[in-house]
């Protein structure tokens, strides 16, 4: 059922992306409750309500669950036992099962290769003997990464051909861990996607990622990568939502190599890489998202002008703002090196 008018959206955690999401549904009329374990979440400021507890708390999550018409959550690594305690009491959008693989790149990559969409070669790993066993099939940089919880490059160890260094060793003997074959790309380019109730798709343009150390430093729309590596995106995209049945916006980011794409991961969430969208489009990533998980029809995912979408990382935001950009702050009060503060939406010709 679609929701109306005043009802209420929880949000399972409260960064930045659930600040844009409450500005969203406020925009439609809909009221928004904000779960988070920090008392420094920068969505409690805006949110209707908010409560500050752990996500093991069921009485805590209980009194959210029956407080929301519907629950979404603003990044993947909730514990499913929290979604558990809310199922009897409110319906979970995106559902558990692309929470669970989005939240665990074993199952995320299984999934994304049964498929039949290409991802870097990988392997679970607990061992030294194991890491070295996967270095000998390949000639490339290898890189290690946590199987859960890892975000913005944490948790990440690349390692050189036959030199395995003692932070490789250490995270894979303390953490469940995977490897995979480094991609020497030419570039790195993400697609936002939507799925709404009735099952249709929408896509916005793909856009151009540029990373360091892990962390996204800017967007950049038109991609400018060719018509039919964007057709694939978004064809990869669409096959991914309905195996799914996904409902709300997902973020799906690519390596583009010699070989073709090859998917690095998808988060079942609105995507930094979206941020662009505020300015570029009618109807932003996060109002799409909104709009997926009320019930209601998709927007328009047009592109009415380019854009280059950069991050404020771990420094003050700048008042020094030029006319065509327009500036994001989270609201967060302590600036930490490789911390997300804001961002700024320049547009270009
Ligand atoms: P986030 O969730 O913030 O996007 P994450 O911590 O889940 O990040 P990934 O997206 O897997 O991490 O990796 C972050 C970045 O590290 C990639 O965007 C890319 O620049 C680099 N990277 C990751 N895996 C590979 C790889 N196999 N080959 C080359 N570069 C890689
Ligand atoms: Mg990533």
Known sequence: MALKQGDKIGILGGGQLAQLLIKAANKLGLKTLVFDPNEDSPAFNIATEFI??????????????????????EFENIP????????????VSPNREALKIGQNRLLEKAFINQLGINTARYSQISSKKELLEFCKLT??????????????????????????????????????????????????????????????????????????????????????????????????????LNNLDY?????????????GLILNE?????????????????????????????????????RHSNIVMTNIIGEKITTDIKENQSIYSYGKKEIRAGRKMGHINTIHE
């Open 80 to 91: 499913l036992a929290t979604i558990d305690i809310i199922t009897p009491h409110c319906k």
């Open 247 to 259: 409902i709300g916006v997902m973020g799906i980011e690519f390596f583009v190599t010699s070989q």
């Open 266 to 302: 998808f988060a079942p969430r609105v995507h930094n890489s979206g941020h662009w969208t505020l300015d570029g489009c009618l109807i932003n990533q996060f109002e799409q998202h909104i709009r997926a998980i009320s019930g209601w029809p998709l927007g328009s995912t047009n």
């Open 139 to 240: 000639a490339s940089k290898s890189i290690i990464k946590t199987t859960t919880s890892g975000y913005d490059g944490k948790g990440q160890v690349v390692i050189e051909p036959g030199k395995i260094n003692t932070a490789a060793i250490e995270i894979i003997e303390n953490t469940e861990c995977i490897v995979e074959e480094f991609q020497e790309f030419h570039s790195e380019a993400s697609i936002i996607a939507s799925r709404g109730e009735s099952g249709s798709v929408l896509t916005y343009d793909s856009g151009a990622n540029l990373h360091k150390d892990g962390i996204l430093i800017n967007t950049t729309v038109p991609s400018k990568l060719p018509k039919e590596l964007e057709i694939e995106m978004a064809l990869i995209a669409g096959k991914i």
């Open 52 to 73: 500050c507890e752990p996500f093991s708390n069921q009485k805590a999550l209980e009194s959210f669950s029956k407080k929301s018409d519907i629950v979404t959550y």
